[in-house]
């Protein structure tokens, strides 16, 4: 079974940086991925997904311009970079996995049942 895991969530300011990693025990990612995140009693929302070689991205309406989703260069892990960021972002973001499918990446991306795998998520909390 395909386990993701997710690293560098934390603390920071108002305006801060984080950066955000996800693995799959030396896997290498050749699907999509994505990151989407739940805040205390709300949903959980799409931030961010890339396709399969890195090449192109979708991001929230909400992220974009602040937020970078990119693969590394052996596609071994996933990264998040979270720049300016607010308070509004706090939540635990999650690493998911594309389930191989046929729907167009383009048009499923955001939906989270189009993804197969998840990670058990890293909190991130912004302080004001």
């Given at each position: ?24 025990s ?29 090449d ?30 607010k308070?509004d ?40």
């Amino acid at each position: 079974q395909v386990q993701l895991v997710e690293s560098g969530g934390g603390l920071v300011q108002t305006g801060g940086s984080l950066r955000l990693s996800c693995t799959a025990s030396g896997r290498t990612f050749n699907s999509p991925m994505a990151w989407f995140r739940q805040a205390p009693g709300k949903e959980r929302e799409f931030v961010a997904t890339v396709d399969w070689n890195g090449d192109n991205a979708m991001y929230a309406d909400s992220v974009n311009d602040r937020f970078t989703i990119s693969k590394g260069n052996a596609k071994k892990t996933v990264y998040l970079q979270m720049n300016s960021l607010k308070a509004d972002d706090t939540a635990v973001y999650y690493c998911a996995e594309w389930a191989e499918s046929r729907r167009p990446w383009v048009v499923y991306g955001l939906d989270p049942n189009a993804y197969a795998h998840w990670g058990q998520g890293t909190q991130v909390t912004v302080s004001s």
